[in-house]
């Protein structure tokens, strides 16, 4: 531990622990699961709050869960070369950092009795299975994220529930739009992940980590994250194509002007230098995903 990492206050420590970094994607599908409400006429303020909350709860708990999970299977080293862990720093005490972990779950949890009343039972089910998915993807026996099977996790609860649930909250009902607008902040949040395993695939072989990224291979990791972000911008014309939603929405195309640049990074890059990609990544997701939602509002005018 440096000497400026011992000079942190506790609520400096809380917010390294949380990784402010990775909220404004979490806010992605919220904001798009909103304006799809509203192309519909069923936007409602309070619940879309309660889920922007909720899912930024939901975020901030997975990462200090992966915190928690990752130093004790022992996949969190010196040698780390992500954003510094608490755990693995010594900055904060593992069972401090697992209390903190259910504090968020919990008040996640609170959020969700009030999204209940609104739009019944179903907030339940996604609910609970947000929280289990989250703790899942590095505890428990089989951890998601250890055996390959982290993009197929966070696509569905960090693409599609998250934004089809913000959705469902508001207009109390799922359509064919939920679901097509569900699909580009799933894959660019599972771009995200993918270029976080990019980076670490040294780490995660020596840890016995069996990631999709260390299955691929460099190579095939690259080619899986240029997918994911073409599938994503696919989505708006075939939404045109099929009458669900007017051509504002390629609005979103205007994000494009980010990827030169986030490209060469990751097709050029390696080990940390990646983590200023995985920022542009996520950047990425929330300005697709404000100009898609403008243009699922702008639909109605």
Do not use: C
């Amino acid at each position: 531990m440096t000497q400026a990492e011992r000079q942190l206050t506790p609520v400096q420590k809380w917010i390294l622990a949380a990784r402010p970094k990775t909220l404004p994607a979490a806010a992605a599908p919220v904001v798009v699961g909103s304006a799809a409400a509203f192309h519909d006429g069923a936007f409602d303020l309070l619940p879309a709050l309660a889920a922007l909350i909720g899912a930024l709860l939901l975020q901030i708990g997975a990462n200090i869960a992966n915190d928690y999970f990752d130093f004790f299977k022992g996949a969190d080293t010196s040698q780390r070369l992500g954003p510094l862990r608490v755990t693995q720093a010594g900055l904060l005490k593992p069972p401090q950092v697992w209390t903190g972990m259910w504090v968020v779950f919990g008040t996640a949890a609170l959020l969700g009795i009030y999204l209940t009343y609104e739009a019944g039972w179903p907030v339940v089910v996604i609910g609970l299975a947000s929280i289990a998915a989250a703790i899942l993807y590095t505890g428990g026996p089989f951890p998601i994220g250890y055996n390959g099977l982290g993009e197929v996790f966070v696509f569905i609860f960090f693409g599609l529930a998250a934004t089809v649930g913000t959705y469902f909250v508001q207009a109390k009902t799922v359509t064919a739009l939920a679901w097509w607008t569900a699909l580009p902040p799933g894959f660019l949040i599972v771009a995200i992940l993918i270029v976080n395993n990019l980076r670490d695939i040294r780490t995660d072989t020596v840890a016995g980590k069996r990631t999709m990224a260390t299955r691929l291979g460099e190579t095939g990791t690259k080619i899986e994250f240029f997918t994911s972000v073409v599938l994503a911008y696919l989505v708006p014309p075939l939404m045109i194509l099929l009458d669900l939603a007017s051509p504002w929405v390629m609005l979103s195309w205007l994000s494009l002007v980010l990827l030169p640049g986030l490209g060469r990074r990751v097709l050029t890059v390696k080990g940390k230098p990646l983590n200023q990609a995985l920022a542009e990544t996520g950047r990425l997701a929330l300005v697709f995903g404000v100009l898609f939602g403008l243009g699922l509002v702008l639909g109605n005018f």
